[in-house]
């Protein structure tokens, strides 16, 4: 084996911890309410289309499209409409979302609830594109862009390649992971559809080579079909970032502040993928999704197949209990992930992880004065000087910020993990960015 | 050698009067004509360069002060908080126009969730900012309104008049508040405004700016305004309004007569610098005149011909129903 791909720029090695990677993925009882924020992708929130006391079953609509960036929403339970109010959501604060009295398990007529694997793909690709969006399907990845506007490039731009992320550079998860080996079929069907959605010839699925069974599992599924290809990643975060994916896998690079279409790349998460096999050929709307829930002191860290709207109180109750020496509760990945005010916060379908943190693990370090090492500089994957943004937003100096490039981030955390002197670099690197991208859009308006 | 020193003046002094004479005409040509009231205006400013007028600084505003003298005539809008009336005044003498008294106001914070009345669920040891901090959550005590307590309004002042209070974890404004407006700015969640001072710095102001309903309000911070209404029904100035359970006092019509203050269930509206009220026995009689205040409930003329009639049948009323309850509680029990 020669040299294995990587992105070239920076990029850290943080102690993998894929601790639940040997644990099947379980399906996960029904929860009694659920939690349906209306707000769950990237964009506008969705419309509520259904009312108070209305009786829904699995995989019905209930709330529609508002605008491009958006996204339908079905009920990933059936039961009663108890209300639509304010309920604390994954971004610490209340926001609208519909909540529901489970009653049973009835599905919507149309569905396809059997595992017998659907090969066929009838459809061309509008049609495949309106199921997709008709579905509400949303990158599974973590920042949850709706899957249908990606599959639509600009006019002009055209699609070279689909890249399928199966990466999974943060330490800890494991859900793509299972994903791969458990649902591999189709994964490989998933990305066939959404090739033919796309129009291109080529694709490849990328995988780090600290996955081997997965690696091994995905090459013999693809063995006589040359259009897709399986790659071998050395393990490098943030290798699952859009834009070191692409670099990675054919050495292209993304313009800055420009989308992969420009290079003629479309990335897909692997669970996204599994998510398209399941609307197209099943007809079955994105209600459920892969989470991990682990940690150091979890008893049995897992990977659980959740329904969308099931608080993680739940999940964590399925691991065995709460450990008591728990200091902090992320909602993702360790990296990139955010910790959670409360556990009555519902799995949404960016969900990807539930870490539980120890005390002594999760506190921070003492921040003392820079020291010069440029070690940030160095990790930087995008090429940008972290600590200098950092002290221009921390200072207010948005101008230089911008100049800087401070758009650029892609907030992976690489900068803040290395710093020898503890200084919350991503901290003040993400209050710039809200702070220039704030100036950038009332710019944008004037 | 007498000789080279004659030269040497004379080439030197020519050249410099030739290079005079060019600058002369240049700047006659170039010259840009200031009125000296600018630099007279500026003089009289205090200097902070605050941006408390919405200009860039004292030199803009007084610009921006003989600009209106000349075309409009008056400073309608133009009002230096820093300054006040003083200030006002002497650049309105500078300028030769009559000068309207403008209310001082002073910076109110509007939240009183400190760490014993919304105690904290979680910790934060985030970045110092409030601005990052209301970007990721809704605050230690869980009120997604209420103050985060890291001060940026603190940084914000160029006055030294806002500091934290370590034992409530709030924000105290004192006197030296100058109403320049940079914390109301600074604060990501709107909680601080910028109010009448009132005389004597008498205030009366709702110190909570939750827009939640009342049950899910308090349950995170005992003193939030849960939107009952009470204040708005005792009010007879029509100073208050209710809007998404929330209480404003408007306080151009607000007269202080903290009547809004005594009915409050959750004393969310604060008095600040008003005498201690008189002992309680004496309510009853408080309240038996307030109802026939008139906007309230105007009393026939023959009801308000009889005063004494009334104010000796009210108390008996009271002394009925209280009568009266006690028998109805063991009647129940039995």
């Keep these: ?446 | 050698m007498d000789n080279i020193i004659v030269i040497a003046i004379i080439a030197l002094g020519g050249l410099g009067l030739i290079a005079a004479l060019i600058l002369y005409f240049i700047a006659n040509k170039f010259k840009v004509f200031e009125d000296p009231k600018i630099d007279e205006v500026e003089e009289a400013l205090p200097s902070a360069n605050c941006g408390g007028c919405g200009f860039p600084g004292c030199r803009a505003y007084a610009e921006a002060t003989v600009k209106a003298a000349k075309d409009k005539g008056s400073l309608e809008g133009l009002n230096c908080p820093v300054g006040g009336n003083d200030v006002a005044q002497t650049v309105g003498n500078i300028l030769g126009l009559e000068v309207e008294e403008t209310d001082p106001m002073i910076a109110v914070i509007r939240c009183n969730g400190s760490r014993t009345n919304s105690p904290g669920k979680v910790t934060y040891e985030g970045a110092t900012s409030c601005a990052f901090a209301h970007a990721l959550y809704s605050g230690e005590g869980g009120c997604q309104f209420g103050c985060l307590g890291l001060a940026d309004c603190v940084d914000s002042c160029d006055f030294d008049a806002i500091h934290m209070n370590t034992e409530t974890g709030l924000p105290e404004v004192n006197d030296k508040c100058t109403a320049c407006g940079a914390c109301v700015t600074a604060c990501p969640r709107d909680i601080i405004e910028l109010r009448k001072k009132g005389p004597k710095d008498k205030k009366i102001f709702v110190s909570c700016v939750n827009k939640e309903k009342g049950a899910p309000a308090k349950k995170n911070c005992i003193v939030a305004c849960i939107g009952c209404g009470k204040c708005d029904k005792v009010c007879n100035f029509d100073a208050i309004t209710i809007t998404s359970f929330l209480a404003y006092i408007d306080f151009t019509k607000c007269t202080l007569c903290r009547k809004c203050v005594e009915v409050c269930p959750t004393n969310s509206i604060h008095e600040i610098n008003f005498r201690p009220r008189k002992p309680k026995p004496e309510k009853p009689k408080v309240v038996a005149p307030s109802v026939d205040t008139p906007g309230v409930k105007k009393p026939t003329n023959e009801e308000s011909a009889k005063p004494s009639e009334q104010k000796l049948s009210k108390p008996k009323d009271v002394e009925n129903t209280i009568a009266e309850k006690p028998v109805e509680n063991i009647d129940k029990k039995e």
């Design chain 1, 1 to 446: 084996m020669g040299i294995l791909r990587t992105f070239v720029l920076g990029g850290i090695h943080p102690t993998e911890n894929k601790i639940s990677s040997n644990a099947p993925i379980e399906t996960i009882n029904v929860p009694e309410q659920a939690i349906v924020p209306l707000g769950q992708n990237l964009g506008a929130p969705s419309t509520p289309i259904v009312n108070k006391g209305d009786m829904v079953k699995v995989g019905q609509l209930l709330a529609e499209a508002t605008g491009f960036i958006s996204t339908n929403i079905h009920s990933p339970v059936s039961g009663k409409v108890l209300k639509i109010d304010n309920a604390l959501d994954g971004s610490g604060y209340k926001r609208p979302a519909i909540i529901i009295n489970v009653e049973g398990d009835e599905w919507a007529e149309g569905i396809d609830t059997s595992t017998d694997l659907v090969n066929e793909i009838t459809l061309d690709s509008k049609e495949i594109i309106e199921k997709i969006k008709n579905a509400g399907i949303v990158g599974m990845g973590g920042a949850a862009f709706p899957t249908y506007v990606k599959l639509m490039p600009p006019p002009g731009k055209t699609a070279e390649f689909l890249i399928i992320n199966g990466v999974e550079c943060e330490p800890y998860l494991t859900a793509d992971h299972r994903l791969m080996l458990e649902k591999g079929q189709e994964i490989i069907i998933g990305t066939r559809i959404l090739m033919k959605a796309l129009n291109v010839d080529k694709a490849f699925i990328g995988i780090e080579n600290n996955k081997p069974d997965a690696i091994n599992h995905m090459r013999e599924l693809v063995r006589s079909q040359d259009d897709i290809e399986v790659q071998t990643l050395k393990v490098q975060y943030p290798q699952g970032g859009e834009k070191q994916l692409i670099k990675a896998s054919v050495n292209r690079e993304v313009p800055s502040g420009k989308l992969p279409i420009e290079v003629g790349c479309v990335v897909q998460n692997v669970g996204t993928a599994f998510a398209v096999y399941e609307a197209v050929q099943k007809n079955k709307p994105l209600i459920e999704r892969v989470v991990t829930v682990t940690g150091k002191a979890v008893k049995k860290p897992s990977n659980f197949l959740t329904r969308i709207g099931t608080p993680i109180s739940q999940l964590i109750d399925a691991t065995a209990g709460l450990p008591s020496n728990t200091g902090k509760i992320i909602g993702g990945g360790p990296m990139m992930g955010k910790a959670i005010s409360s556990v009555d916060i519902p799995i949404v379908k960016g969900s990807s992880g539930v870490l539980l943190m120890k005390k002594e693990e999760s506190s921070r370090r003492v921040e003392s004065p820079c020291i010069r090492c440029s070690k940030c500089t160095y990790v930087c994957p995008m090429g940008l000087e972290p600590f200098l943004l950092s002290q221009a937003g921390k200072l207010g100096n948005y101008e230089l910020a911008e100049n800087e490039s401070i758009m650029d981030c892609i907030e992976c955390g690489s900068c803040q993990y290395g710093c020898p002197a503890g200084i919350p670099l991503l901290d003040y690197l993400r209050l710039g960015k809200l702070k220039v991208g704030e100036i950038m859009r009332n710019r944008g308006k004037n």
